[in-house]
Structure formats: C-alpha cells, structure tokens
C-alpha cells in the first residue's frame, strides 16, 4: 500500500492510495486463482490502504498510516480477521465455475491448518525480534561484533537459544534490522497482533461486522492518523487497556500447556 496524494485539511487534498499485489499469472486460458495467503495478504494491505483513505488530519504528515511502526501494522492485521469471517468469507469463497460457496467442512479445514505450528511460529519470531532489538541496545563502546557468536549470546540473554526453533532471519539477511524504517521496530509486528486481535475481539463481542461498529471504528482510530498518543486513542476507543488474551486464543494457543 502507498498513496500518490496523502489527505490534508491544511492543503485541501483527499487520500489517492493505492493496493500493489504480486499474485501468480495463470497459464493461458485458465482462471488467475490465488492461495489462502495470498488472499491474507490483499485483506492485509487494504486494511493499510483504510488507514489512508479514511484519513481526516490537518496535516499531511500526521495523515493515515504516517504513524509509529508499532501501530501502522494494528489496522492492516486487524483486517486480516475479516478474510474468514462468515459473512466475507461466504461472499467470496465460491467454486468458480459452478459458484458454489466452499463447503463448511473445507472451511473449517483452512482454520485448523492455521492453528497448525503456531508455538513454533511465535518462538520464531520473538527470537527474531529479541536480536534486532539487542542489535539496537549494543553500547557505543562495543566495537565490532561478530554475528554468529553475537546472535547466540543475544539469544541466550532472552531465554530463547532454542535449537529446533531458530530465528526467522540470521543476521547476515536480516533486512528489517538495518533499513526500511523497522531498526529496532521487528517486535511491532507482534505488538500489532495483541492490538489486532483484541480488537477484533471487540467487534466480536459487540455484535460483529455492522455498520456501527465501523463507523465507531473509522472516527476513533482509521481517521486520527498520528494527531493523539496512539495507546490512549486505542484505549479510548476499546475502552480498556490491550489484553494479550485474543492473541493466544487466535493463535490457537488459549490453555495450551503440557508437563515434562
């Protein structure tokens, strides 16, 4: 997602975004059909591109998703929730040729294959947002580093030298550690998470997607871009603190536990 105009009061200028994918191409003559992540992903960016559309700041560079990294990613994730809730999934997911919506028990089999693996999937990534950040606390007196040997003390620091469940990234191509805007900002992508899915939590339990909900929605949080303290606005808006609970049940983690 990215925007030609960001909106403004100040210069009178309404929100040009637009959503860029990079979906597979069919083979001639057969129909461009896309994979359950890829459908993710367009739910995903197009919650980025609400945040820009709905947008209603004075200044352009307080405007949509010209927020702190650890809130930019909270509207686009909360809109992932929508890709497989009944009343958008079923509106969508049909057969393409004979249009018939996909059966309940192919439904329910996407769900549980995201379930599949999460505790694996959540040490991953904390590992990987544990050693960008202590990459990013190093003092100036450390000098130089060596990356294998820094990755490990780094990890075992944490509690998170885990053998079987390494970090998503070493170093070495670790991107988000040195550049595009994210140094010492991976972890937002899981703080995002607890955001999202607490939130969706509150569209839940009061009544789910409708027309309220929405517009509640788009003036307390989509329209404020960055003019207000982003925890207070969601606080504000949730009318509680963030609770980690939703996340660990739409991980598929709620009273997970076993014994030695």
């Known amino acids: 997602m990215d925007s030609f105009v960001q909106q403004s009061k100040l210069l009178g200028t309404l929100p040009v975004v637009f959503n860029v994918a990079n979906l597979p ?5 057969e129909p461009a059909l896309i994979s359950v992540s890829d459908v993710t992903t367009m739910f995903h960016e197009f919650g980025h591109a609400l945040h ?9 560079s307080l405007s949509g998703t010209s927020v ?8 686009s994730q909360f809109n992932e929730h929508w890709a497989t809730y009944p009343a958008v999934f079923d509106h969508y997911a049909k057969h393409y040729k004979t249009g018939a919506p996909m059966p309940a028990e192919l439904a329910a089999k996407i769900k549980k294959a995201h379930d599949f693996n999460q505790g694996y999937a959540l040490t991953e990534i904390l590992a990987a947002a544990e050693l960008d950040m202590q990459w990013h606390t190093l003092p100036m007196s450390a000098g130089l580093e060596v990356p294998d040997a820094f990755e490990k003390a780094a990890l075992e620091k944490k509690h998170l030298l885990v053998s079987y469940v390494p970090p998503r990234y070493r170093s070495s191509y670790f991107s988000h550690i040195w550049g595009g805007g994210y140094a010492a900002g991976y972890y937002a992508y899981l703080w995002s998470e607890m955001l999202d ?5 509150w569209f839940v339990d009061h009544g789910g997607l409708t027309r309220a909900n929405g517009d ?9 871009g960055n003019t207000e303290d982003l925890a207070k606005m969601y606080a504000a808006w949730l009318g509680t603190a963030p609770d980690i ?13 076993g014994s030695e």
Do not use: H, N
């Open 25 to 29: 191409k069919p083979a001639e003559g």
């Open 216 to 224: 509640r929605f788009r003036a307390m949080v989509l329209s404020r």
């Open 245 to 257: 609970k939703p996340m660990l049940k739409y991980r598929g983690l709620e009273g997970a536990g």
């Open 68 to 75: 702190p990294r650890d809130f930019v990613e909270f509207p």
């Open 52 to 60: 820009g559309m709905f947008a209603a700041t004075v200044y352009p």
């Open 197 to 201: 899915d607490d939130a969706f939590q």
